[in-house]
């Protein structure tokens, strides 16, 4: 098993310009999350999904879009870039709706927004 | 409303000595809790969960917590540190019936002095 993936690793973006944060998970989850991570701050969840079709928001979800096609993947959109979005991006995933259950996360991706 | 507040940012032990990372919440419900560790550059890994069985919880390579009710802490510790201990920990509560409520803490990084 991959776990779940994430690409890019890094990637830099002019202000304005938008892109997709790809996420994958092999893992049969029915959960799965986006998180920004900002120094001193921890994670802070941005979208997260039930399941295939159901998306929602989490804390933080202004400049960002998602959409759930398949158990497998769940790919963030930044619209239109801005330098408050330079962080790092992780998605995760978890089997199940109960509180117990741990997440899983990807590698991360590095934004930098100019 | 939940929160979590990890009371130290940076922790810093010399290799062989005990570790002590703090931890407290607060929840409305009786909480799950977890501990998760992040290794420079890489995504998190669960160390341990409490989910209302053992209130002294083990978790892997040494580490383990104690859920105390009356101190709302769950505070993370090792018997001796390994320079493999080295890196950011994270503190996240989880409210009983909904994963989507996660919240982190911000974060401690412990060093390890060889």
């Known amino acids: 098993n991959a776990g779940v993936t994430q690409t890019p690793k890094f990637q830099v973006l002019k202000t304005g310009q938008s892109m997709t944060l790809q996420c994958a998970q092999d893992m049969n989850h029915e959960y799965m999350s986006w998180y920004r991570q900002d120094p001193g701050m921890g994670l802070r969840l941005i979208h997260y999904s039930v399941g295939a079709g159901i998306t929602d928001q989490g804390e933080v979800p202004n400049g960002y879009n998602v959409s759930r096609s398949t158990t497998e993947d769940f790919p963030l959109r930044l619209l239109s870039a801005a330098p408050s979005q330079t962080s790092v991006y992780f998605c995760?995933?978890?089997?199940?709706?109960?509180?117990?259950?741990?997440?899983?996360f990807g590698p991360g991706t590095r934004l930098t927004v100019l | 409303a939940q929160s979590v507040t990890q009371l130290d940012s940076h922790v810093s032990v010399s290799e062989g000595t005990p570790v002590l990372l703090r931890c407290n919440y607060s929840s409305s419900y009786s909480p799950s809790l977890f501990w998760y560790v992040q290794h420079p550059n890489k995504g998190l890994q669960l160390l341990l969960k409490?989910?209302?069985?053992?209130?002294l919880v083990k978790g892997i390579n040494g580490f383990e917590a104690e859920f105390k009710k009356s101190e709302t802490s769950f505070h993370l510790t090792k018997p001796s540190a390994h320079m493999s201990d080295a890196a950011e920990y994270f503190c996240v509560v989880s409210p009983s019936g909904g994963y989507q409520k996660v919240t982190f803490g911000t974060g401690t990084k412990l060093q390890v002095i060889p």
């Open positions: 995760a995933s978890t089997p199940g709706v109960s509180s117990y259950n741990e997440q899983f």
């Open positions: 409490y989910t209302s069985a053992a209130t």
